[in-house]
């Protein structure tokens, strides 16, 4: 090839005042990242491998619905979208805890205006595209999947709609092609990159529940959760009245259930409240219509390759589904570098640098975040377990709402930076143990001085008497 074309919605002549901005992946994080480069003026081509999903007859993908919070919508907002994706969405004000007997416990997630939102994947994408495509500066290519780039030169090759490769030309390459990155693998031939991947023993199903007399089977305004330590199951409503269940369990248990009976039997046993509202055969067939999906969690540093390319979203940190975070984080990642472009007058050298520098620690602390709700969830969290920590949160916050915030409000509810959650996490933890320490000793204190003040009430015994008394104590 002896010329790179340069990609730009343009004519040559105004693209080349213009920075063209090549944005690889058209999923969640890239097709919002879209509209906030092309509102800065910039020149956008967005570059997605599938086809257009607003044209496609079926989407087929990860997870239905996701749980929208307070910093996806921050980043929405930004753009002009927040109204339009919360008209479609369903507020959950509260978790409703299932237990084993049937049980459904309700348990607030905050104050009355504090609620996440059930919304729907393929919907949120083609309202993002849509979006992005109202920018005269912004070209949408589907069928173009990114097959390597050069850091040297900055140069893309992609196999496009005819299978062919073409080599295109950016000023920054800005990689949201999610958790299997291809731009990041150049990343990977750098030195002094850090990488680390997990995969988690865990997968993951999901199942329809159907309307029941046309309407919710269960209370729509929840978030329904089933906590069976290593056994999860977790219910979001959509739209058209439908649940979407989606199931963890580790791929060896998975891997043990062969038959429907089975099903049935392993249902029975852990969530059997479930079975008649998704419906016996409805529960046997959905079972085995796919097989169960792996999660992963990937952390990297630096964000950035010189002033060449930037990852964001998933691509620069895939995180488990324990926290119901891992958009809001890369909505989030957009908003920021959005913020650093303000600060730094657009020069992208100095932006890109500036990003990695304030991003990392927070994507870092949010993947360990959700890992560790991963492990504390599946070792000893149950529907009592749940329950009471939850209500005990929430009574040190309306006890002490300054000092005490809980740690998933903290996340959920504000934008507090990620890493400064989990500092101030860590500090309210040690007040709540040494305020326990206090009154320990402060009652044992009391107790004693009333003691010692009453002493010559007391009959007088001898120290031997009281042991020979107490050895003769049954403890049952
Ligand atoms: P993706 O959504 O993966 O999009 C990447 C895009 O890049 C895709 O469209 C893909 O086709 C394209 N692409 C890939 N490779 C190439 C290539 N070589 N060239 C061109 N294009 C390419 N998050 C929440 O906030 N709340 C939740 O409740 C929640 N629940 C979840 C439940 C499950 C079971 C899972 C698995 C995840 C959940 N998440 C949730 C996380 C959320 O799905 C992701 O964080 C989010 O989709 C990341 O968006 P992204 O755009 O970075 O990546
Ligand atoms: C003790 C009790 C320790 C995702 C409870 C930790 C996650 C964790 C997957 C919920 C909510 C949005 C979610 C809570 C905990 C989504 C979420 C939570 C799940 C599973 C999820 C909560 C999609 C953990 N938020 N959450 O507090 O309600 O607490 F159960 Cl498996």
């Known amino acids: 090839m002896d010329s790179i074309e340069t990609v730009s919605p343009h004519t040559r002549e105004s693209s080349s005042k213009r920075k063209v901005i090549a944005i690889v992946g058209g999923g969640l994080v890239g097709s919002l990242n879209a509209c906030f480069f092309a509102k800065r003026g910039f020149d956008v081509a967005v570059f997605e491998s599938r086809e257009d999903i607003r044209l496609a007859k079926v989407v087929r993908g990860r997870s239905i619905n996701l749980a929208l919070s307070h910093r996806g919508r921050q980043a929405l907002k930004h753009v002009g979208m927040e109204d339009k994706i919360i008209s479609k969405g369903i507020p959950m004000h509260a978790r409703m805890i299932h237990n084993t007997n049937g049980k459904r416990s309700p348990i607030p997630y905050g104050k009355k205006g504090q609620y996440i939102l059930s919304v729907d994947r ?180 630096p964000y950035h390759l010189f002033d060449k390319c930037v990852l964001m979203g998933d691509a620069a940190h895939a995180v488990v589904p324990f926290y119901g975070q891992g958009m809001n984080a890369g909505f989030e990642d957009c908003l920021v570098l959005n913020e650093i472009m303000d600060q730094l007058n657009e020069n992208i050298a100095a932006v890109l640098q500036e990003y990695t520098r304030v991003r990392v620690p927070d994507d870092h602390a949010i993947a360990d975040l959700a890992m560790y709700n991963y492990v504390e969830m599946r070792a000893h969290v149950n529907s009592k377990y749940f329950l009471f920590r939850k209500y005990l949160d929430n009574i040190l916050h309306v006890i002490m709402p300054k000092t005490i915030v809980p740690l998933y409000t903290m996340v959920t509810f504000t934008r507090t930076r990620y890493h400064e959650a989990v500092n101030r996490w860590h500090w309210q933890d040690k007040v709540i143990t040494q305020s326990l320490w206090l009154c320990g000793v402060v009652s044992a204190a009391g107790g004693m001085y009333v003691l010692v003040r009453n002493s010559h009430k007391l009959p007088n015994i001898s120290a031997e008497h009281l042991w020979t008394r107490m050895l003769a104590l049954k403890p049952f």
């Open 122 to 301: 393929a919907n949120l994408n083609k309202e993002l595209l849509t979006a992005a495509d109202t920018f005269p500066n912004t070209t949408l290519n589907f069928n173009h999947k990114l097959h390597d780039w050069s850091p040297k030169t900055g140069a893309m090759t992609f196999i496009g709609p005819d299978g062919q490769m073409k080599e295109l030309q950016a000023d920054l390459i800005v990689g949201c092609d999610g958790a299997f990155s291809a731009v990041r693998k150049q990343f990977l031939r750098q030195s002094r990159f850090n990488y680390s991947q997990t995969y988690i023993p865990h997968g993951y199903m999901e199942l329809t529940m159907p309307p029941k007399d046309g309407d919710f089977a269960m209370e729509p305004n929840y978030l329904h959760i089933w906590p069976r330590n290593t056994f999860m199951m977790i219910a979001l409503p959509n739209l058209d009245r439908t649940f979407t269940c989606t199931l963890f369990m580790p791929f060896e248990d998975f891997e043990k259930i062969r038959s429907g009976d089975e099903v049935i039997r392993f249902f029975q046993k852990y969530f059997p409240d479930s079975i008649p509202l998704i419906g016996v055969e409805a529960l046997k067939q959905d079972f085995f219509r796919l097989p169960a999906q792996a999660m992963v969690s990937v952390k990297c540093s």
